[in-house]
């Protein structure tokens, strides 16, 4: 039996798991995708928010002020990219004014420090593409942008050479309470701990439902949001917000850690747990909409576009609690924008709670550094040169968009808990999030797993099962229509 189940490897669970790994537990972390973020945690903002949107007394902006606060700690202990570029809220020419300045207001109650609401001329200084009607905006310095990939897997590493198991392709189907514990029945057999740690996303209140009277409904708020390419880069320095409204913060324009600019998302509502697909109307709706804040924005320089789904809970608040009625089981539900800002906060959150429990003792060796995968690009010429003559492999380009050597694909396949599939591979190193988006590198990317994990080609799929890219061969297909 273990100590601790978590249900989940998306951020809120990778952080909570990295928490707890500085006790004495025997931890488990179980996933049915393929790969830690593969679900909420892998498409959304990549924003760090300031922690003013959220209502004062809420859980929701304690921990985004927290986490936003422990964030450049966290970044710099895991070897992840982060960067206060400061965030700037919109206001135009006949908007409410009362609402920049509730904001404001919302902020300081907060505790959020250095905010700023400023007038015409210096928001346009700040941000020359400003729409022209924009007439205000409220400056945030604190805000940040992070790749919330590296973010993720970082945790989860860092978790696991703290002694965390990872079960991955491990659906919970359902969860059953036992004198001491819980049990979980899974597609692969059942697993039996002392504490579960509900971190499921847009399936938290499913589970949450198996084993309280209390019922909590979570609702998927689909965001499309398109990626430009890296010559619109200094389209603008800051994210650029829009006044909030009923489903959220509008959309956005923002820098990405990555030199990149994202735009988006919309905020639709549907019944589907899984569906990511986007359609021509949001994506019609995030150029539309991305107009009242930023002028010029150069639809014709996106790269790609995507979506994700938000876990609304009906209460609008993060749910991160122990049951009344169900001792033992914690949830971390409804954990929507300002999740990723707010996650090293949810994750000492979780771990008080769990500790509170099981009273555990803190273990010595705990390491609180991960270092992350080598990037040629950061050294100087000597220093690179030195590299690929010590190993020949970052000197092969596989990605020529994003410039990813065939070392780090080696670094990201056998580091801890490697990548297993395309898309492991590409939220480890960038290779095939590039201007081509992956039409030149994959195939080699597909060798080099196949050679790497001993597997056929056949066997490498995009994200795990269900995913296969390779249906059959030229040959045996022209055989077969004779």
């Not at 050479?161 to 004198?179: A, C, D, H, M, S």
């Not at 780090?408 to 939220?427: C, Q």
């Amino acid at each position: 039996m273990y100590d601790v189940v978590i249900i989940g490897a998306g951020v809120s669970g990778t952080a909570s798991a990295r928490a707890l790994s500085r006790y004495a537990l025997d931890i488990c972390v179980v996933e049915k995708e393929e790969d830690v973020c593969c679900g909420t945690s892998k498409a959304n903002s990549a924003i760090v928010h300031a922690g003013y949107d959220a209502k004062p007394g809420s859980l929701m902006a304690k921990l985004n002020v927290q986490g936003n606060k422990m964030m450049p700690q966290v970044a710099k202990e895991l070897d992840v990219p982060f960067d206060r570029c400061g965030s700037l809220v919109a206001c135009r020419e006949g908007e409410d004014m009362e609402m920049l300045h509730k904001l404001y207001e919302q902020g300081i109650a907060n505790g959020v420090e250095g905010m700023k609401i400023l007038n015409r001329e210096e928001a346009h200084a700040m941000e020359p593409n400003l729409a022209d009607d924009v007439a205000a905006g409220l400056f945030a310095p604190d805000a940040g942008i992070i790749c919330p990939f590296l973010l993720n897997i970082a945790y989860a590493e860092n978790a696991f050479e703290n002694g965390v198991e990872f079960r991955f392709g491990t659906e919970v189907q359902n969860i059953e309470k036992l004198e001491s514990g819980y049990r979980l029945l899974t597609e692969k057999g059942s697993i039996e701990t002392k504490v579960v740690v509900n971190a499921a996303g847009v399936y938290a209140d499913q589970f949450h439902n198996m084993v309280s009277d209390k019922k909590i409904h979570i609702t998927q708020r689909r965001g499309e949001y398109l990626l430009l390419d890296k010559t619109a880069g200094n389209l603008v320095s800051h994210t650029i917000f829009q006044l909030p409204g009923k489903y959220g913060k509008g959309v956005l324009v923002s820098p990405t850690i990555h030199g990149n600019i994202i735009v988006g998302p919309t905020a639709i509502d549907q019944e589907d747990k899984d569906s990511t697909a986007t359609t021509w109307e949001g994506l019609d709706q995030v150029i539309e909409k991305s107009a009242m804040s930023v002028k010029n924005v150069p639809a014709r320089q996106v790269i790609t576009s995507f979506a994700g789904l938000r876990a609304h809970e009906d209460g609008g608040e993060f749910i991160i609690q122990e049951l009344e009625d169900a001792k033992g089981f914690v949830d971390c539900a409804g954990i929507e924008s300002p999740g990723l800002a707010s996650s090293p906060a949810v994750g000492e959150y979780v771990k008080d709670i769990v500790t509170e429990i099981l009273q555990p003792a803190e273990k010595s060796g705990y390491k609180a550094i991960r270092k992350g995968i080598l990037d040629p690009k950061t050294l100087s010429i000597k220093e690179r040169n030195a590299l690929i003559r010590e190993n020949p492999a970052y000197g092969n380009i596989i990605c020529r968009c994003e410039k990813v050597t065939e070392g780090e694909i080696l670094d990201a396949i056998h580091r801890p808990l490697g990548a297993r599939s395309l898309d492991g591979v590409k939220r480890r190193t960038r290779a095939g999030m590039g201007r081509c988006q992956s039409g030149f590198c994959s195939p080699r990317v597909m060798e080099i797993l196949a050679r790497e994990l001993g597997t056929d080609m056949s066997q490498i799929t995009k994200c795990g099962r269900g995913s296969g890219l390779i249906v059959g061969k030229n040959k045996e297909l022209g055989s077969n229509a004779r």
